[in-house]
């Protein structure tokens, strides 16, 4: 079982950045599919993007599409979520999860293993 923990969480300013990372354990990082995923409060757990196990694809939420950037160092057995042009809405708890295949999905069902979050907040 991938075991999962996130960091960079803070309090930003509206329109600033965040680089949020994921440090995972196990021996089979690099054919697995990772996924990034957020809750705000009284909201349910919503998809922002994933990547595949080798790297090369990616997918992302319409909400998030060409302000955020989802990426993997294989070597560190880390993913990285890049948010730029950050909106109060942004705002939740960011989780991090692993699939059991190597394939991007925005499905919670494909993710068996998952961090315990870090907080994101966006000031207006």
């Known amino acids: 079982q991938v075991q999962l923990v996130e960091s960079g969480g803070r309090v930003v300013q509206a329109g600033g950045s965040l680089r949020l990372s994921c440090a995972a354990s196990?021996?089979?990082?690099?054919?697995?599919?990772l996924a990034w995923f957020r809750q705000a409060p009284e909201k349910g757990r919503e998809f922002v993007a994933a990547?595949?196990?080798?790297?090369?694809?990616?997918r992302y939420a319409d909400s998030v599409k060409g302000r955020f950037t989802i990426s993997r160092d294989n070597a560190k057995n880390t993913v990285y979520l890049q948010m730029n042009s950050l909106k109060p809405e942004d705002t939740a708890v960011y989780y991090c999860?692993?699939?059991?295949?190597?394939?991007?999905?925005?499905?919670?069902?494909?993710?068996?293993?998952w961090g315990q979050g870090t907080q994101v907040t966006v000031s207006s």
């Open positions: 999860a692993a699939a059991s295949q190597p394939y991007p999905s925005d499905s919670r069902d494909d993710y068996p293993a």
């Open positions: 196990g021996r089979t990082f690099s054919s697995i599919a």
């Open positions: 990547i595949s196990g080798s790297g090369y694809s990616t």
